[in-house]
């Protein structure tokens, strides 16, 4: 029978068939499953099953350290990375993230929350470069909804908009399945809770099936919008982002700024490290590539065997 994984805890998986949610295994210790994954599965018992086979997927969202890959989404129409300025910003696993994004073909927006914070205002205007590069960049509030007397002037905001509705995030996921992404406590789950209103309910029945905690999200789990046109992927919040699976021609592309420069260099193989006469690094030196983003591209550069 076919279904959908909705939620994974280890080597226990939640599948939607349409008409319930069935508790799987896979056979023996075969693993690989991620949330979102369409699948097969055989009847074992009432409410029971095992996985049989992993279809295709369109694409796949995971972090890789040297010993071993976590699976966080697959077949998702787009990432929501959730930023936040309290916690401290991490503005180099911001950048692993989108990374991580463009080498899977996932378009991702980045959501800045707790708009209702003074410490807002100056994280939003320093991610304002993010927007110019393609990156959708949206202010809101997952605990309130925020207007301001002098809304903030970021783009793609204008003039005059209200800062921290929900509404154009609300937008921006119908009709797509929609993966979370981002450090722990920049507030996705409250986040979450805003946009799908039974989520806290769901999680417990999720977790009562998996024996997993219910109020810390320790592995990814799909949720339905209210509407009924598309899903959320929750995923747990994370302090880094290893992409050990790049290699140097898909660390290039992930970075649209250096990417758009590609054959402008002296060297047809240049890495845009130390080479004269290298395009990038000159549009680095006069401020044309933000020197944050440059930083991380030669730490992952340094990381590629």
Not at 33 to 50: E, I
Not at 106 to 114: D, E, F, R, Y
Not at 185 to 191: A, D, E, M, Q, Y
Request: charged share 20%; net charge neutral; hydrophobic share 45%.
């Amino acid at each position: 029978m076919p279904g959908r994984v909705v939620a994974v805890h280890g080597h226990h998986f939640l599948v939607d068939d349409g008409e319930g949610v069935i508790e799987c295994v896979t056979r023996g210790k075969k693993g690989g499953v991620a949330c979102g994954d369409n699948v097969t599965f055989a009847s074992t018992s009432a409410g029971k099953g095992v996985i049989e086979a992993i279809a295709p997927r369109r694409n796949l969202l995971y972090r890789s350290d040297e010993f071993r890959s976590k699976l966080l989404a697959a077949n998702v129409d787009q990432a929501a990375i959730v930023v936040a300025a309290v916690p401290a910003f991490n503005e180099e696993l911001l950048i692993r993230c989108l990374v991580a994004c463009e080498v899977a073909e996932i378009p991702a927006l980045i959501v800045l929350n707790k708009a209702d914070l003074p410490e807002t205002e100056a994280l939003a205007r320093a991610l304002a470069p993010y927007a110019e590069l393609g990156y959708p960049l949206l202010l809101v509030s997952a605990r309130e909804d925020v207007a301001m007397a002098e809304p903030l002037r970021v783009p793609p905001y204008q003039e005059g908009s209200p800062r921290g509705q929900l509404a154009e995030l609300d937008q921006c996921l119908s009709d797509k399945t929609t993966v979370f992404v981002g450090a722990s406590g920049v507030g996705k789950s409250t986040l979450l809770n805003r946009l799908v209103p039974d989520a806290n309910a769901t999680t417990g029945e999720i977790s009562l099936a998996l024996d997993a905690g219910k109020h810390t999200t320790t592995h990814a789990r799909l949720f339905r919008l209210p509407s009924g046109a598309g899903a959320l992927i929750d995923s747990p919040g994370m302090q880094e982002f290893g992409l050990k699976h790049l290699n140097l021609a898909s660390l290039m592309a992930a970075f649209p700024e250096i990417h758009s420069r590609h054959g402008q260099c002296r060297f047809y193989n240049c890495r845009h490290l130390k080479e004269p006469g290298c395009a990038v690094l000159e549009a680095a030196k006069n401020g044309a590539i933000m020197a944050s983003r440059m930083k991380v591209y030669h730490w992952l550069l340094a990381g590629i065997k």
